[in-house]
């Protein structure tokens, strides 16, 4: 059954004045638009009809099985408005995707990718307004479907009703150093983002909560993000706490650690991958050393390096360190990052021919 969607407005909604304040430096994920999109599912009856509602505060009970095992996925879009002043999304079904593998993953109900699609979109189109004008910059609507286990019940076992829901946020850049200057990244060798069998390439919150030390040992060391390598041998790179990394050697080569099962795949990721091509450099999914990369950075083979994901967009890296070393990156020209940066925004924000079908239009 295909949601369809009940509509209770909020009476409340931002006024004109501090909608513009908001817009006029969004931060990220901080201010949320008026609404919000619910749907509740149970083993016997499957998905409810969705709700688009006032945003707010949601309850459980204590005894809730999120609160207590962790069983939750969610996504990150964006919707971007071109200067006619319509609204798009960029690759939505691939999301929807990859929220199927994640709620497969997790033992929670597949919602159905038409289904995320139209939710996301019922939200965007109730809450335009808090799409930023193409004016504003780099700024967009950034859109965070979740769901989890609100079934209340301490025993452990796959929640039998589950909660879906999704929520927007007007932003800016995701660092708070803005949009295209360097980030240094920690290296951490004492912990692991993920193993072998484990929920590495699910996007659940579990994975980004077990993060948490790692980055905080990268905060405490100046740095804005770490590079975790896998579980097994602790010397191939797998991906940043939050998002994917890729090098850029000197002759012409886009490398990026394969999808080994406890990657993320990226929606962003897969975008850069076909890019490349067309910018003249020869992307390689392979397994790569971390030895590799701080010889590459020491030789000067590898010339630059960026992160990348949905909030992050792309990113420039600095700087590599861990407790005894510091490798710099490259000699501060980001040419070929910023040229892969500029391509996925212009078609993103409608400057650039979308000739991948990437987009949905949603006004
Ligand atoms: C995204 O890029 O959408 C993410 O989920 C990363 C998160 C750290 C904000």
């Known amino acids: 059954m295909a ?16 909608l513009q304040e908001i817009l006029a430096d969004p931060g990220f994920g ?22 688009v509602e006032p945003y707010g505060p949601v309850t459980l009970q204590p005894h809730a099985a999120v609160l207590h095992y962790g069983q939750e996925i969610f996504e990150g879009l964006k919707a971007y408005r071109h200067e006619d002043g319509s609204v798009w999304l960029f690759r939505p079904e691939k999301n929807a995707e990859r929220f199927e593998r994640s709620a497969a993953r997790l033992m929670l109900p597949i919602l159905p990718a038409a289904d995320f699609v139209s939710s996301v979109t019922a939200l965007v189109e109730i809450d335009e307004r808090w799409v930023p004008s193409a004016a504003a910059g780099e700024y967009s609507l950034y859109l965070r479907p ?8 301490l025993g452990v076992h796959p929640a039998q009703e589950v909660t879906y829901r999704v929520i927007a946020s007007p932003v800016g850049p995701y660092f708070a150093t803005g949009a295209v200057e360097p980030v240094d990244i920690w290296v951490t ?21 077990s993060g948490l030390i ?10 804005s993000q770490v590079l975790f390598a896998d579980a097994a041998s602790g010397s191939l790179l797998e991906e940043l706490g939050g998002m994917n990394l890729f090098l850029v050697t000197a002759d012409g080569q886009l490398l990026t650690p394969e999808l080994s099962g406890s990657i993320l795949e990226g929606v962003t990721r897969d975008s850069i991958l076909v890019a490349a091509t067309e910018l003249g450099l020869t992307p390689v999914e392979r397994k790569i050393e971390l030895a590799e990369l701080f010889d590459g950075l020491a030789s000067g083979h590898i010339v630059e390096t960026f992160a990348c994901g949905t909030a992050a967009v792309l990113t420039p890296i600095g700087s590599f360190r861990d407790e005894e070393h510091t490798w710099a990156v490259g000699t501060g020209s980001i040419d070929h990052t910023l040229a892969i940066r500029t391509y996925l925004t212009d078609v993103q924000y409608g400057r650039r021919p979308d000739t991948h079908g990437w987009l949905t239009k949603v006004v």
């Open 3 to 18: 949601f369809d969607f009940a509509l209770t407005r909020n009476p409340a909604p931002a006024t004109p004045a501090r």
């Open 30 to 51: 901080v201010h949320f638009t008026d609404h919000m999109v619910t749907a509740e599912w149970t083993h016997d009856a499957g998905w409810q009809d969705a709700v």
């Open 146 to 153: 979740f769901m989890y286990a609100s079934e209340a019940f």
């Open 189 to 209: 060798t004492t912990y692991s983002r993920a193993g072998a069998g484990g929920t590495g390439a699910a996007k659940c919150g579990g994975n980004y909560a």
């Open 214 to 223: 790692a980055q905080q040992e990268g905060y405490a060391h100046g740095c």
